[in-house]
């Protein structure tokens, strides 16, 4: 006997409907929690600060990119859209990427594109995601400055002593001294490898070279690195009177920072820096007492290369592994002053001294350019930073006569009070979505280091005159009591007279 199927009765289609809207309510909250899952929810416990900010600024990218929220792309579309395609889509996925793995180990959202790594991973992650080696461009500005201003500084003491004694690198020989010197011609000189020829006794020059060298360690906001790099320093001066001098400092630098992975604090690339400056100056000496000034400006230009590169344990998701370059430019205007009281027992020289340095740092923003294409550049926004330095010093120096010619060792040491010692935050957005989102929320904030607030300087020498007319120093500085980093100079300079 044949059955006949019977239609739905209108009681068992409501039932069968009522059995769906759970369903349908699970999946659309599912999707609402996707759209809104939160980095937040691991707040505080990743390793350091860095992961903290790149996991507040992946979200906020993220955030800003859904159509939830006015943006662009959906939290299910597995490929690009019509409105978020391209670079748009690309800085979404990744951004997900973070998202889903988070909600993994939360166990709230959906994680299909999850990285599948654990805790720690994707603070590792998150961590080559964050762009803090931007702030190792605003460190080797400041340490150019610093070293124009220390040969500034030997040159101004040297021209003190330029119209009644022989000097070298900032150390004095008086005429007595120098008369008894083998192959001393009874002139008056100028040196820090410079010559105050006697042809007006007014006009003065001099050219050094210094090398300096040095690490910093890994902090909960900056990466380690180490860095070296020279400078070479020359100027031209004219006395007035046995008072009163005018001059200019020249300098160039070519400095390097290269970033190193130290356990677990994962980065690598670099800075390569080179720049110029002119310092033009006035020098007031007395008997005893001498004063200076300085007015300077400094320009610098950076190429950076800054690696991304982490595990995903998801078969779905590619692990990533590319590279941004960069590059911009920096501006300092300086200035500093100056003074100090010299004390003469014999042979012994005993001289201390105060200074004060401002420095006013402009770093222009740029654009990172991702090399493999996968939405990790950044654009930086520009970059303001305030130096304010007191200094309190004393310098020590001997001065011996051999047979062969003049020798007179020294020792500087030098008291640093840095008076803007606060920290700064860099911001940036991501490159290939900042045209897409309200890029005053969709942003990362970079904390920096604060300054040291003290430290202190210890510079060892001496400086030489020998027969035929040749002359030289040589000087070793190393800073010491600054947090996380090392940080010595090698500075020399000749002249050979004809």
């Keep these: 006997m044949s059955q006949v199927a019977k239609p739905w009765s209108t009681g068992a289609s ?60 959906d939290v299910r579309q597995s490929g690009p859209s019509s409105g978020c395609s391209g670079s748009v889509f690309t800085v979404f996925q990744s951004a997900r990427e973070f998202v889903q793995t988070g909600n993994e180990l939360t166990g709230d959202g959906p994680v299909q594109y999850s990285l599948g790594v654990d ?27 610093d070293g124009q201003l220390s040969g500034l500084a030997s040159r101004i003491t ?35 490898a410079s010559a105050d020829y006697d042809f007006v006794k007014s006009w003065g020059g001099f050219i050094n070279a210094s090398y300096g060298y040095g690490d910093k360690e890994a902090t909960g906001n900056e990466d380690a690195f180490d860095f070296d790099g020279y400078d070479i320093t020359a100027g031209i001066d004219y006395r007035i009177n046995n008072q009163w001098v005018v001059g200019g400092v020249l300098g160039y630098t070519d400095r390097e920072i ?8 994962v980065v690598d690339g670099g800075i390569e820096t080179d720049g110029f400056s002119i310092l033009p100056f006035v020098l007031y000496q007395g008997n005893r007492f001498f004063g200076s000034i300085s007015l300077g400006y400094q320009s610098m230009s950076f190429d ?23 590059s911009s430019d920096s501006d300092t205007l300086t200035f500093s002053a100056a003074g100090g009281y010299g004390f003469d027992f014999g042979q012994f020289h005993f001289e201390p001294y105060i200074s004060v340095e401002y420095l006013d740092i402009t770093i222009d923003a740029f654009t990172e350019r991702d090399i493999n294409g ?52 860099i911001e940036a ?8 989102v309200d890029t005053s929320t969709a942003r990362f904030k970079i904390d920096t280091d604060e300054l040291d607030e003290r430290y202190y300087v210890i510079a060892v020498g001496a400086s030489a005159v020998l027969p035929g007319g040749f002359q030289g120093y040589l000087t070793y500085r190393t800073i010491e009591g600054l947090d996380f980093y090392t940080h010595s100079v090698i500075s020399g300079g000749v002249r050979y007279e004809f």
């Design 14 to 73: 409501l039932r069968g409907l009522y059995r769906l809207v759970p369903l349908g309510l699970f999946l659309t909250l599912s999707y609402t929690n996707g759209a809104y899952a939160d980095l937040a929810n691991l707040e505080g416990q990743f390793s350091n600060e860095v992961e903290e900010s790149s996991a507040r600024g992946t979200q906020a990218s993220y955030d800003a990119l859904l159509l939830e929220n006015g943006g662009p792309c």
């Design 119 to 145: 805790l720690s991973g994707l603070g590792r992650a998150l961590r080559w995601n964050a762009g803090e080696e931007f702030s190792g461009q605003g460190s080797q500005t400041s340490e150019f400055v």
């Design 158 to 192: 040297a021209l003190r002593f330029g119209a009644s004694g022989f000097f070298i690198a900032g150390l004095p020989v008086g005429d007595a001294q120098m008369a008894t010197a083998p192959g001393a011609r009874g002139e008056t000189y100028g040196m820090g």
């Design 258 to 265: 290269d970033f190193e992975q130290i356990g677990n604090i």
């Design 304 to 326: 950076s290369d800054r690696a991304i590169k982490y595990a995903s344990l998801n078969p779905d998701v590619e692990s990533t592994n590319t590279r941004t370059l960069s």
């Design 374 to 425: 996968d939405g990790k550049d950044f654009e930086v926004d520009d970059q303001d930073i305030e130096s304010l330095e007191g200094t309190l010093g004393v310098k020590f120096v001997y001065t011996f006569l051999p047979s062969f010619g003049v020798i007179s060792p020294y020792i500087d040491l030098e008291f640093h009070k840095q008076f803007e010692n606060d920290a700064r935050t």
């Design 429 to 436: 957005v991501f490159h290939g979505s900042s045209a897409a």
